[in-house]
């Protein structure tokens, strides 16, 4: 790792810090955003909204921009941050799954901890497969996600509300804002 990546490095342990573990009531939630990010030619960032616990879309927004940064392993949230803060673009939601890892990362940061930190607003970590190198205590599968603590909520709410927006092991949000992300339309 050079220098530069080093002291980036360090700087998610030391924002890993700032993240806050806490109970989240599933009862209080009345909307869930998702946001994922494609790559092409350029990145495309799509943002969905839906009721919470039916799924019903509310919103949808997609932007399109210029890959600034190349993708680099446990280094994503450099890659990806700019596109997903545009897509989300100041909307307001209970809480946030994110296409990624939050605490399930090697140095406790991932790309759902910086959103959340950054928004000041709950979210969830959900990616595909776990990151190597990670304590299993970090996430939980649910379905065919790993589950992870994004900011300002505890594991257990995590899978608690995923779990409720499962439709083939993944939850339906995301589901959408992947689509969307591909595709540019539902």
Do not use: W
């Not at 998702?34 to 019903?56: E, I, K, Q, W």
């Not at 000041?120 to 599968?141: D, M, N, Q």
């Amino acid at each position: 790792m050079d220098k530069k990546l080093r002291k980036i490095g360090e700087l998610q342990r030391k924002l890993a810090r700032r993240i806050v573990e806490r109970p989240v009531e599933a009862e209080r939630i009345k909307t869930v955003g998702a946001v994922d990010v494609s790559y092409g030619n350029t990145a495309r960032a799509a943002f969905v909204l839906c009721s919470f616990p039916d799924c019903r879309i509310l919103k949808t927004r997609v932007i399109e921009m210029r890959v600034a940064f190349p993708y680099i392993p446990t280094f994503f949230f450099l890659r990806e941050t700019r596109p997903v803060l545009l897509a989300v673009g100041g909307e307001s939601f209970d809480v946030l799954l994110v296409e990624g890892h939050g605490r399930a990362h090697p140095r406790g940061y991932g790309l759902a901890s910086h959103i959340g930190l950054l928004l000041g607003k709950p979210t969830i970590g959900v990616a595909k497969k776990p990151l190597k190198g990670v304590a299993e205590e970090r996430f939980i599968k649910v379905g065919k996600a790993y589950v992870s603590v994004g900011h300002l909520i505890d594991l257990e709410s995590a899978v608690r509300i995923v779990a409720s927006l499962l439709e083939d092991g993944y939850p339906i949000p995301l589901k959408l804002a992947d689509r969307l992300s591909k595709r540019g339309t539902l």
